[in-house]
């Protein structure tokens, strides 16, 4: 077990590691943080920290440097997360206020988040799976073109051109929109996506038949698109710059990020805490290759549940104003989407 001073050292050697990327030793933690003990007591705090392989040596006759297990105890341990300056507040509201929808919005978030924190920044999407469509719209571009609207009360919006088979005249037009409309209005994305297979076994005539197949299919397209999971990410650069932060190549975090696939799953399956936050850090992200990395996330409030919005990077991070930035947009991003909600 490690004493509350130990801890207290542990902390001392995070930050001081974070800070300057060098080792820390005894003599440096007595001048730099006020422990009121002499630097052989905090030399034996820091060997009951290495036999708790929270810290290690790089080098032979070197300071400490944190273990993957001591930056996890470390962030376990977080009395608190360190709050905004009103600057970095402010710079998200800017950033973040009047966006033209929901795509700007979530490419806005990275972007200021990354920004705020120079790492990789990463939102996911709010799920649409449980989204319920709100209003279809059928625009006639021409006999044999119509331009298809979804929009769902999760802020989802798909437009699509549909070529059609046939050249269709206002009457046949109207019955297509009175079928697609009592098909998906006011009904979920999956169970919509269920009544528009289901429909093709209703027959309208040959005509009308043939040109609301082609419509049900670009329909069902749009629907399994709404219901995907998706990853927006910013900051892709970062990893260049603090390249010599990772003992091996930064090549897997790379392919991860043009993949997303494996992000995706990793963000979704880390383990929150009671205030909304998540940290997987370093040997903790091994399984989805990415061991020489940590993700620091927040959840937001979505209409659909919750989504994530967060930071990934080398282990030696500054955690707690990576979590408090993760936090503070996170939360205006839910503010933001609970208004539009609101507004409709």
Known sequence: MVSERGLQVLRAIVEDYVETNEPVGS???V????FGVSAATIRNDMAQLEDEDLIAAPHTSSGRVPTDKG???????????????????????AFLADPADLDDLMVRTVRVLTRLTGQVALAQYPSFARAHVTHVEL???????LLIVL??????VSQR???LPVELDEPELGVLRAVITELLTGRSVRRGAERVEAAAETSYGPRIDAALGALLRAVAEELAEFRQERLVMAGAATLARREHDFRGSIHPLLEAIEEQVTLLRLMSEMHVDEHGLAASIGTENAAFGLGEASIVASDYLTHGGTARVGVMGPTRMDYPSNLAAARAVARYLSQLLEEDETGR
């Open 27 to 29: 003599k440096s933690i």
């Open 139 to 145: 625009v006639a571009l021409s006999p044999s073109r």
């Open 71 to 93: 930056y996890r105890v470390f962030v376990d341990h977080l009395a608190q997360v360190r709050p905004l300056s009103s600057a970095q507040r402010n710079a998200i509201t």
């Open 151 to 156: 929009v769902t009360d999760a802020g989802g």
């Open 161 to 163: 051109i549909v070529p």
């Open 31 to 34: 001048e730099r943080h006020a």
